[in-house]
């Protein structure tokens, strides 16, 4: 879906889109130390099981 198509399903609920993101230029935002490396990590062997670090479950795509 494009952010054209996708800006015609918000303005059916009344949600301005160009105005939401405008705002959130200046909205900080602060993240938790977990990151997708985290997952599997950027230098292990993919085939063997998670070792240490930050373990999650879920939907993490991959």
């Known amino acids: ?6 800006k015609k399903v918000y303005e ?8 939401a993101l405008d705002i ?3 909205v900080s935002v602060s993240l938790h130390c977990w990151q ?5 990590g ?3 062997d993919p085939d063997k099981p ?3 670090g930050i373990q999650t479950t879920g ?4």
């Open 1 to 6: 879906m494009s952010y054209t198509d996708a």
């Open 12 to 19: 059916s609920y009344g949600v301005d889109t160009d105005k």
């Open 24 to 26: 959130l230029k200046n």
């Open 36 to 40: 997708g490396d985290d997952v599997r």
């Open 42 to 44: 950027f230098d292990t």
């Open 50 to 52: 998670l070792t240490g």
């Open 59 to 62: 939907n993490y795509p991959g």
